[in-house]
């Protein structure tokens, strides 16, 4: 026999009652979601100095550079709210499913679910998204030639190698790809978010709904117009660098 989500983890005196309890996990999940989500916000306002020019976007990332310890600071809590974010939506699914008869587990996961499931699987492809990301414009593993691009005021010239990097067709179509999936988490995500919070009314529900929706539309197409315009030839460089062994 299964037992109930609440009796398969007893709180301890060593456990924060946010970690012991079902609703103090959600909270978890709903917080950290928060964060990431303002994190995102503000990764997509900082990109788009790109239809600022080289100078905007170059002088944006010499900034960021420029706080040191700060960044790290951000860096390690941004790491942390993934981990945690991950960490409790696994921990609450599969207490969820325990919690219920295998009959209706199966039912459930087919029938009402079917958001729940597609906020597991754009969740996990954002996540490999992020790793290929950072892989490629952060660690510049694929390309390493990237470090030794500088602007003529001797900053790394991020500009060029984003704008490089969606010259190709299949790099862009990718991060398209990626940021709709993003768009969908989200789109469910901060609608459920509130709701967690106990901040949705019966009424408001509607509204919460919507406003996740529009966010998420935005946010999509933010990200989405950066290898748009670069496709289109509306933002370009002079780089001759081959962006990818499919191109060239
Ligand atoms: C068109 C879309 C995007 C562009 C052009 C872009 C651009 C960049 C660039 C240039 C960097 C490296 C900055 C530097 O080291 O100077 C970066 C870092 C990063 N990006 Fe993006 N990004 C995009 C979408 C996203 C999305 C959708 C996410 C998350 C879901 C994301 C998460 C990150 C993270 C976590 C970092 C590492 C930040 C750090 O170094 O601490 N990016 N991005």
């Not at 950290?32 to 976007?57: K, R, W």
């Not at 190698?161 to 179509?173: D, I, K, L, R």
């Not at 966010?215 to 990818?244: D, E, R, Y």
Request: charged residues 15%; aromatic residues 12%; glycine residues 8%.
């Amino acid at each position: 026999m299964t037992r109930p989500a609440t009796s398969s983890k007893k709180s301890c005196g060593r456990c924060m009652p946010l970690f012991s309890s079902p609703i103090g996990r959600k909270w978890i999940v709903a917080l950290t979601g928060i964060v990431l989500v303002l994190f995102v916000i503000g990764h997509l306002l900082g990109n788009l100095s790109i239809f600022a020019g080289p100078d905007a976007m170059n002088a944006y990332a010499a900034f960021l550079k420029s706080t040191g310890e700060l960044l790290w600071v951000v860096r390690i809590v941004l790491l942390t709210c993934v981990v945690l974010h991950i960490w409790f939506t696994i921990t609450l699914w599969r207490e969820n499913l325990a919690a219920r008869p295998q009959k209706y587990a199966v039912k459930n996961e087919l029938g009402t679910t079917v958001y729940a499931r597609l906020m597991r699987i754009s969740g996990l492809t954002v996540l490999a998204f992020v790793l290929y990301h950072l892989a490629q414009f952060t660690w510049e593993a694929f390309n390493p030639e990237y470090k030794t691009w500088i602007d003529a005021q001797g900053r790394h010239d991020v500009y060029r190698m984003v704008v490089t990097a969606f010259e190709c067709p299949f790099v862009s179509g990718f991060y398209i790809l990626a940021v709709g999936l993003l768009g969908m988490h989200l789109s469910h995500g901060i609608a459920s978010l509130f709701q967690t919070l106990g901040i949705t009314t019966e009424k408001m529900r509607p509204v919460f709904e919507k406003g996740g929706l529009i966010v998420a539309w935005i946010i999509f197409l933010g990200f989405a117009s950066i290898p748009t315009a670069v496709l289109l030839g509306l933002v370009k460089t002079s780089s001759t660098l081959p962006a990818c062994p499919f191109c060239h």
